[in-house]
């Protein structure tokens, strides 16, 4: 008679129920597209989802010695993610997201020059209030090796205009242990800014966008993936920012961005090491590397996340601290300069019965003298905390 | 910019037509000629009976063997639907035994907690059991007849699998 | 079509030299990825983790690439393009 054996007692929580074991789409591929992105290839989902996320993002008040006038007050954003995703049959499943982001605060219009000489923002006045509704639904399909999805997206706010439509599709390698992916998207925006506390010289201008990607994702051993992907996107269109009093962007934008990540759980310490890495470059003379590293660590009913991200960006060919308005294009958009940026934040997830719920919480800190690049400090590089709450029930 | 969008949905518009048409993952029972004979096993019990579970024990009767395991995601919906298959048709002689992969036991309980079956569960930590039926996907479930001979291997799980399943046990059940 | 020829002319550029290098070498790489020792189907509960998963979940991801490509010049890296926005 067989004497049974009693296993050495597993922290990871029996109700945190996995997802299947075979690597499928790659997860960062259809990461833009809202939802659907499901980890096994050959199944829908089996159960039902609704969902619902809240965050908040609060940026810091631009400090007093790069100020000049205007608000110093700058973004906060209210986000509330709405979703439900459910099984269609054996072989289709439908995902249905909505997003409301309510923002207000005042943003930098031109960077000037302080009576001492330095460079200082001059922001918007007072505080914009502006409403972002976005609704987008996926469809999926699934065989036996892969799936496929297509996915329209609609949003609105009072100065903008967006319809986006993508296309995705994963499939495994006969031993299942390799998973391609691909997916092309075009979004058609229309601008329109409305005319409030700043003046703007546009009445309504297009930007078309078209993106591809493509990626493999590979099993290396019972504890290890590891993934690559190159995407590339295409924008053209009015480019500028119609909000700032000096921008002239070129009314082309090619952008390419390689990116790779890595798995590796630990059965002993019940973790996992994630990382991930992009390089981008794009033919404005930007480029960036973002790195980022977390550790996922299982309890009994929940798991901890703290998480590490580091960004550097080069300044954009026509970027100056103050706008060159001698040249063809210009701008003084901080988001156009050198700069470097790190993101520290704790993510954790709870797992009850049906119930799962999620709470994260971030800062992000940036700075000239942190990034690789050289290039003039912009005045107004951007801080910012934010934190979300979750929750979402899984039924038949 | 729009011509470009109507080139994409156009294209996307064909692709899906094309996946429309492949293939699922199901086979029916083989004849008995091809059919190859099921590995013998033998392995502890977890639930549902005492002891040992071995195939020898069944010989004589049709046969499920599953496998399946606590961090498989379709095994939520299988797990459930071969219950009920052996709930109908063990009264007419159907035997079903499921084996746990699991490396760790205490997963198999937590699962069989929340989803709980009726039919004998066995469990391989050590892998030699699926290897010897060259498992493939999870969950694998063979359908072994009277003589000891796989017939039907099912891998993967969708909801209305199970329908296929049962007409297959049926017409084995006959033989 | 324009777009691709667009990519063409993009990839073929001085500046994307080094890059393209490294992609090659990201494709040698996976190519060459057939050596590797096969994980049986039974072996891969390890990789079903929560923390195994390429996202942690497809709305965070969302919403963080929301974030960063509004407020940072880079995009992409993680497939397709969603709809604009206005961000300011």
């Known amino acids: ?35 659907y992105q499901n980890t096994y290839a050959d199944a829908p989902p089996e159960f039902t989802e609704v ?54 605060g005042a943003s930098p219009w031109f960077v000037g020059t302080q009576v001492d000489g330095q460079p200082g923002v001059i922001m918007s006045g007072a505080s914009i209030y502006d409403n972002r509704v976005e609704v ?3 469809t999926r399909y699934f065989w036996a090796d892969g799936n496929a999805g297509f996915n329209v997206t609609h949003s609105k706010e009072d100065d903008y205009e967006a319809l986006a439509m993508a296309f995705d599709v994963a499939w495994n390698s006969a ?61 053209e269109g009015y480019l500028s ?9 070129p009314d082309e934008h090619s952008r390419t961005a390689l990116s790779g990540g890595y798995r590796k759980f630990f059965p002993e310490a019940q973790g996992a090491l994630q990382i991930d890495y992009r390089y981008y470059s794009d033919d404005w003379g930007t480029d960036s590397h973002t790195a980022e590293v977390a550790w996922h660590q299982s309890f009994d009913r929940f798991a901890l996340t703290p998480y590490l991200r580091y960004y550097s960006q080069r300044e954009a060919d026509f970027f100056s601290v103050i706008a060159d308005l001698e040249q063809d294009f210009y701008a003084d958009d901080f988001r156009l ?38 290039g003039e400090a912009a005045p107004a590089l951007v801080n910012f905390w934010r934190a979300t709450i979750g929750i979402s029930w899984r039924f038949d | 910019m729009l011509n470009f969008t109507v080139y994409v949905t156009k294209a996307l518009g064909g692709l899906l037509v094309c996946i429309l048409f ?17 590995p013998h096993f033998s392995l502890p019990a977890i639930a549902n009976t005492e002891g040992a579970i071995s195939l020898d024990a069944f010989k004589g009767s049709v046969t499920y063997v599953d496998f399946w395991a606590s961090w498989c995601g379709p095994c939520r919906l299988s797990l459930p639907a071969l219950d009920a298959i052996y709930r109908d048709l063990a009264p007419k002689g159907l035997k079903v035994m499921a084996i746990s992969v699991d490396v760790v036991e205490e997963d198999a309980w937590d699962f069989l907690a929340r989803y709980p079956v009726t039919y004998p569960i066995a469990i391989d930590t050590e892998g030699s059991v699926p290897k010897a039926y060259a498992v493939n996907g999870m969950p694998s479930g063979y359908l072994i007849d009277r003589e000891g001979r796989v017939r039907a291997v099912h891998v993967g799980f969708k909801r209305g699998d199970e329908d296929a399943l049962r007409a297959e046990i049926l017409q084995l059940l006959e033989e | 079509m324009h777009c691709a020829l667009k990519f063409c002319s993009y990839w073929r550029s001085k500046r994307l030299e080094a890059f393209r290098f490294v992609v090659l070498c990201a494709v040698m790489g996976v190519a060459g990825c057939s050596g590797l020792e096969p994980v049986a189907a039974w ?46």
Request: contains cysteine; proline residues 3%; hydrophobic residues 35%.
């Open chain 1, 241 to 249: 920012d119609p909000y700032k009093l000096f921008d002239a962007r």
């Open chain 1, 51 to 104: 969902g619902l996320r809240y965050s908040h993002y609060s940026e810091d008040s631009l400090s007093e010695d790069k100020f000049i006038a205007g608000a110093r007050g700058r973004y906060d954003i209210d986000v509330t993610q709405l979703w439900i995703e459910a099984p269609i049959g054996s072989n289709w499943s439908i995902a249905v997201d909505v997003q409301n982001d309510s923002m207000s």
């Open chain 1, 1 to 35: 008679m067989a004497v049974i054996e009693r296993g050495v007692k597993n922290a990871h929580s029996a109700s945190t129920i996995k997802q299947s074991p075979l690597v499928r789409t790659l997860g960062a591929a259809v990461a833009a597209l809202p939802a």
């Open chain 1, 136 to 138: 987008g639904a996926t």
């Open chain 1, 337 to 374: 300069s050198s700069y470097g940026a790190i993101t520290v934040g704790l993510r954790s997830t709870v797992q009850i019965g049906d119930w799962q719920m999620e709470g994260q919480l971030e800062r992000y800190e940036s700075d000239n003298d942190w990034g690789l690049y050289d």
């Open chain 2, 22 to 38: 492949s293939a699922g993952v199901h086979s029916s029972p083989s004849s008995k000629q091809d059919a190859l004979p099921a």
């Open chain 1, 175 to 235: 031993d299942n242990a390799r998973t391609w992916s691909a997916s092309a998207s075009t979004s058609n925006d229309r601008v329109e800014p409305v005319n409030g506390n700043i003046p703007v010289f546009i009445d309504q201008e297009d930007i078309d966008t078209a993106s591809v990607y493509f990626g493999v994702s590979q099993i290396l051993s019972s504890t290890a993936i590891v993934r690559i992907g190159l995407g590339y996107t295409f924008s």
């Open chain 3, 43 to 88: 072996e891969r509960g390890y990789l079903a983790e929560e923390g195994m998963q390429w996202q942690s979940s497809a709305r965070e991801a969302k919403f963080e690439g929301h974030v960063y490509t509004s407020k940072e010049a880079s995009s992409g890296g993680n497939g397709a393009a969603g709809g604009g926005c206005g961000c300011n």
